[in-house]
């Protein structure tokens, strides 16, 4: 009897382990979706990644909503050459997801020679219509 119930009790655990488990993996490949597009800087791509009502920060104090952060990187006056992530971490709750992460790139801004960038980045992400898109994201310098 107690082995059964041990039995249950780990199928039960892994069970809820899994379902989150596929949220977690839809919302990296949601994270690497936006990374791609943000280095494409192809605008049918952002804006199926990205929220109507996107607050996008970046570690220089600029908030720019879903049109400006879009205008921007197709536009060129934000332009990234390469963007590596790491120590991601995903944490999912209903709906929502938040996502934390070190970026470490090039940026060749307004025409400018290409400068490396050091951030911390804190996004969040929300599932509407079974799709994870971006609603916010803050990045800070990193020391």
């Known amino acids: ?3 059964t119930f041990l039995l249950i009790a780990f199928l039960l655990f892994n069970v809820a382990s899994f379902a989150q488990s596929a949220d977690e993996k839809a919302v990296a490949d949601a994270v690497e979706k936006i990374r ?3 280095i494409g800087a192809k605008e049918a791509d952002l804006m199926k990644l990205t929220s109507p009502k996107l607050t996008y920060g970046h570690s220089n104090g600029l908030m720019e909503d879903q049109a400006a952060f879009i205008r921007a990187l197709v536009s060129e006056e934000s332009k990234f ?3 590596d992530l790491s120590e991601q971490t995903i944490t999912v709750s ?16 307004k025409g400018k020679d290409p400068a490396p960038v050091r951030l911390g980045v804190f996004m969040v992400w929300q599932k509407v219509k079974g799709q994870w898109i971006l609603i916010g994201r803050q990045a800070f310098k990193l020391a």
């Open 1 to 3: 009897m107690k082995k």
């Open 94 to 109: 209903g709906d929502v997801a938040m996502v934390r992460h070190k970026l470490i790139g090039d940026t060749h801004n």
């Open 36 to 38: 791609v597009a943000i």
């Open 81 to 83: 050459t390469k963007i």
